[in-house]
């Protein structure tokens, strides 16, 4: 949708620190449980690892979850930015910086491995059942995903249906 090269460097700036974000909201929240965080940029996203002693279930989904939330606060702060009276081609950066960080934030938090919401289900059941909570995690990750890569690919959109079917699979 960048229409332009102009256009797509302001896409690679936006999904660049919209990805950072996202990934210093996993990692700030694991340096506050003392934890040694590691952030690496990654083929369609970023992966947040730490390392330290070991940590309460609880304490891994205020981690995971943390992702999301700092996403959705860009999202907040593009909001606040769309309501002053700024120029329209900073208004529309703000638009898409926060379409892009909601949209994602949400599809983040679907119940599929190795998204966000796949991890925070993990850990929970997890948590709850041990092993066989964890095994009930992928089971219920890869029949969404499967489902959603289904839908993808009738009403088509392949790409998403191949990224999901990767998922599952």
Request: proline share 4%; hydrophobic share 60%.
């Amino acid at each position: 949708n960048s229409q332009n090269l102009i256009g797509m460097i302001i896409w690679i700036g936006i999904v660049f620190v919209s990805v950072l974000i996202h990934e210093f909201g996993h990692a700030l929240t694991a340096v506050c449980f003392r934890q040694k965080a590691e952030i690496q940029i990654v083929a369609l996203g970023g992966l947040t690892s730490y390392d330290g002693p070991k940590l309460s279930f609880w304490k891994q989904f205020i981690i995971v979850f943390n992702g999301p939330l700092a996403g959705m606060g860009l999202v907040l702060l593009s909001m606040l930015l769309l309501q002053l009276p700024i120029l329209g081609f900073a208004h529309k950066i703000f638009y898409v910086v926060m379409i892009a960080n909601l949209f994602w934030s949400l599809v983040n938090l679907l119940p599929v491995l190795p998204l966000d919401g796949g991890q925070l289900l993990r850990i929970a059941l997890e948590g709850f059942f041990g092993v066989k909570g964890f095994r009930a995690s992928l089971l219920i990750g890869a029949i969404l995903s499967t489902l959603v890569s289904f839908y993808f690919f009738i009403f088509p959109n392949f790409l998403i249906g191949a990224i999901f079917f990767l998922f599952a699979f």
